[in-house]
């Protein structure tokens, strides 16, 4: 089963409001990523926050880390039509090399 | 810079057709990844590389699929004979290490009919 869980499955907001998407884990991780996939695309990385990391930005992303509740979250702000994609978390488990994917949140921003 | 290249684009071919899809990794990264995505299952990891040697093929399906990685720049999944549950967009990724960043390509989307 996947590790990351993505939550909501499916979001719908207006330009210009803030989407927030929450990722919750089971094991020890290294570090926690978040990726983009538009439709018809692959997977875009996005941010990567590490262990012992507790908030990070980028542009207008935002990602926190929880790592005593194993879960993490993505804030994009002031959203425009374009962030219309599927977002994904993925971790880096200690135990292996591998990224373990999320079944992600569809984000849809209308104009 | 070139990133991830995957060939074909799309597939459609008859069950029981050999199928041969094929990626080009970013220069320099150590690994390679294949995946497979469908809408019921989600991403799944088949297979990945480190320096060309499979690590971990846990992830492919059956007997039917084969990957292989002849050299750092090129890397095949074979899928013989295929059946039509095959169907799915399949995804190489590359990334330097382990549990860095991974670099997907646009994916192979493929039916069998």
């Known amino acids: 089963s996947q590790q990351g869980e993505e939550d909501p499955q499916a979001l719908s907001i207006q330009e210009g409001e803030n989407a927030t998407m929450n990722c919750s884990y089971k094991?020890?991780?290294?570090?926690l990523q978040w990726y983009r996939q538009n439709s018809g695309r692959g997977l875009v990385h996005l941010i990567l926050?590490?262990?012992?990391?507790r908030e990070k930005h980028s542009g207008r992303l935002r990602v926190t880390l929880d790592t005593s509740k194993k879960s993490s979250s993505l804030l994009i702000t002031a959203s425009r039509a374009a962030d219309t994609a599927s977002y994904f978390c993925?971790?880096?488990?200690?135990?292996?090399?591998?990224?373990?994917f999320g079944e992600g949140t569809q984000l849809t921003v209308n104009p | 810079d070139a990133g991830v290249i995957q060939s074909p684009r799309h597939e459609v071919t008859e069950m029981g057709q050999e199928v041969t899809l094929r990626c080009k990794p970013i220069?320099?990264?150590?690994?390679l990844f294949w995946y497979r995505q469908t809408m019921m299952r989600g991403l799944e990891l088949l297979i990945y590389?480190?320096?060309?040697?499979?690590?971990?093929d846990s992830g492919m399906p059956e007997d039917r699929f084969s990957a292989k990685m002849p050299n750092a720049s090129f890397s095949t999944l074979k899928i013989q004979p295929s059946e039509p549950r095959d169907s799915a967009v399949y995804f190489c990724?590359?990334?330097?290490?382990?549990?860095?960043?991974?670099?997907f390509g646009d994916g192979t989307r493929l039916s069998i009919l």
């Open positions: 990724a590359s990334s330097l290490a382990g549990g860095e960043p991974q670099h």
């Open positions: 094991t020890s991780i290294n570090n």
């Open positions: 926050i590490r262990s012992n990391e």
């Open positions: 993925a971790t880096d488990e200690t135990s292996g090399s591998r990224l373990t």
């Open positions: 220069s320099g990264h150590d690994y």
């Open positions: 590389f480190n320096n060309n040697v499979p690590i971990d």
